[in-house]
C-alpha cells in the first residue's frame, strides 16, 4: 500500500506528463520546455519524500536517481518512455532537493552516501516495492551503486554513469589527476565557510557554471535551467550539500546511525547485480574511458558504453540511449 495522501498531489505547472508521454521511437519533445513533472509526497523514513511516480502499478520498478547540482527533471524525457513501455517509475527528489524535508527538525542533515542510499530503500518500503532497477548519474549513480552493493536482494540491476562510484573516504583527503580536481573546483570551495555563504547566497549561479562545465556541449536554455533550480530553494539545500562533499573528503563527521553501512562500503564491495555502465563523451567532468579499469568491481554482468555527444547530465541530454541502457539490462 503506496504510504501518500492523494490530496497532496502538485500537479506543477505545465502541459505536464501527458504532454510528454510519446510512443518509445516517437520524436521527443524538447526538454527545454516548461514542462514539468507531477510531484507526489510519500512518507519514508526520516523524509517527506517528493517524487514523480508514472507507468503501471504491477510493472517492473525502475527508481531514477538525479545529481548535483540537478533535480527530477534530468529524467523530464526518460520517465515518459519508460512508463510507456511498461515500467513502474520512481523519481525522487534526493534529500535537500525539490519538495522533499525532514519530518523531525533535529535529524542531522548528513548528505553522506549511506544516508541517502538507506532513503532510497526507505523509499522502496514505503511504496511496497521489493525489488527495483537503479539508474543515476552523478550522486544518483553514487546512491545506485550503494544500495546495490548493501541491499543486492532489493535490487535487480544498475545503471550507473561513470561507472562504479562508492567514494573510497578513507582516501578522500588524497591527490587526484589535476584536471580532475580542476573540474571538481566547487568541492574544495565547500569545504571552506566562505563556500558554503557562497552557495547559501548564489545557489543558482554557481549550478548554473556547474552545469556549463560539466556538459559543455548541451545547449539548454533559461526555461530548462530554472524549471531544474527551483528545487535548490530547499531549506536544507545547502547544508547537504556542503556536509557530502565535506564528508568525501574527510572533513566533516558522518551521522552514526549509518555506521554499519558506512563500514560496508568502505571495503568498497563489488556489485554482484547485473549493470550497464555508460560514460558521455562530452563529460566535462569524468573523461570517458573503455571502462576496464573498473572491471573487478563488477561481480555480475556488466557492459560498459560510450554515448556520443553527452556530458555529465547523460539523461537529459541524451535520453533515448539512457532509457535503451535501463531495458537492455
Not at 544516508?115 to 546512491?143: C, N, S
Not at 589527476?177 to 547559501?200: M, S, V
Not at 568502505?266 to 574511458?289: E, H, M, Q
Request: glycine share 10%; charged share 20%.
Amino acid at each position: 500500500m503506496e504510504n501518500f495522501n492523494p490530496n497532496r498531489r502538485r500537479l506543477l505547472a505545465g502541459a505536464g506528463i501527458g504532454a510528454i508521454g510519446l510512443a518509445f521511437g516517437a520524436p521527443l519533445a524538447s526538454a527545454a520546455t516548461n514542462d514539468r513533472l507531477a510531484v507526489t509526497q510519500v512518507r519514508a523514513g526520516l523524509l517527506d519524500v517528493g517524487c514523480h511516480i508514472a507507468g503501471p502499478q504491477d510493472g517492473p520498478a525502475v527508481i531514477l536517481l538525479h545529481g548535483f547540482p540537478y533535480d527530477i527533471h534530468s529524467y523530464v524525457d526518460v520517465a515518459p518512455l519508460l512508463a510507456q513501455a511498461g515500467y513502474r517509475v520512481i523519481v525522487p527528489y534526493l534529500r535537500g532537493h525539490g519538495s522533499t524535508r525532514f519530518l523531525d527538525a533535529a535529524t542531522p542533515r548528513s548528505g553522506q552516501q549511506a544516508a541517502v542510499a538507506q532513503d532510497i530503500v526507505d523509499l522502496m518500503d514505503a511504496l511496497g516495492i521489493e525489488r527495483a532497477l537503479l539508474a543515476g548519474y552523478d550522486w544518483g549513480a553514487r546512491t545506485a551503486c550503494a544500495v546495490a552493493a548493501l541491499w543486492p536482494e532489493r535490487v535487480t540491476g544498475v545503471v550507473s554513469v561513470n561507472g562504479y562510484l562508492i567514494q573510497d573516504v578513507a582516501r578522500g583527503r588524497q591527490p587526484i589527476a589535476p584536471a580532475i580536481e580542476h573540474a571538481q573546483w566547487y568541492q574544495f570551495y565547500f569545504a571552506t565557510e566562505r563556500g558554503a555563504a557562497g552557495l547559501q547566497a548564489n545557489r543558482r549561479v554557481i549550478a548554473r557554471i556547474i552545469w556549463k562545465t560539466n556538459s559543455p556541449a548541451w545547449q539548454f536554455d533559461d526555461a530548462t535551467f530554472e524549471r531544474s533550480a527551483q528545487a535548490f530553494d530547499n531549506p536544507d539545500y545547502v547544508a547537504i550539500v556542503v556536509h557530502n562533499y565535506r564528508y568525501r573528503l574527510g572533513l566533516a563527521p558522518a551521522d552514526p546511525r549509518y555506521a554499519a553501512l558506512d563500514r560496508k562500503l568502505a571495503t568498497l564491495p563489488p556489485l554482484t547485480v547485473p549493470a550497464i555502465t555508460l560514460d558521455g563523451a562530452a563529460d566535462g567532468v569524468v573523461a570517458p574511458n573503455d571502462g576496464k579499469a573498473q572491471a573487478g568491481k563488477f561481480a555480475g554482468r556488466r557492459s560498459h558504453r560510450i554515448v556520443a555527444g553527452a556530458g555529465h547530465n547523460l539523461p537529459q541530454e541524451a535520453p533515448r540511449e539512457f532509457v535503451e541502457a535501463i531495458r537492455a539490462v
